[in-house]
């Protein structure tokens, strides 16, 4: 039996910025984790209206966010712009 690898990924996320306020105060493999989250649709701790909206916007090309906190429990937000030009991690 042969193992393949499908990726699950449903977001393109572009060139990737972390603020310089989220790259202080939040751990590195949180970010990684979170940007991982994204990228699988998985869009963390949003509303149900926001997810809603994120679904939706997979399917025109529009902003996604995602909302995460790290391991201090501080909140943070994944923003990936229109047709995945890039993703921003940003505090709120």
């Not at 449903?10 to 989220?22: D, I, K, M, S, Y």
């Not at 939040?26 to 994204?38: E, F, G, K, S």
């Amino acid at each position: 039996m042969i193992n393949t690898f499908e990726p699950s990924e449903v977001v393109e996320t572009g060139p990737v910025f972390v603020r310089p306020t989220a790259s202080l105060k939040l751990n590195p493999i949180d970010i990684c984790i979170a940007l991982q989250r994204h990228r699988n649709g998985d869009w963390g701790l949003v509303s149900e209206t926001e997810r809603e909206a994120n679904d939706f916007a997979l399917s025109v090309g529009s902003r996604l966010l995602s909302a995460y906190d790290d391991r201090d429990q501080i909140r943070f937000w994944v923003i990936t712009e229109p047709d995945s030009a890039y993703t921003t991690v940003l505090l709120p």
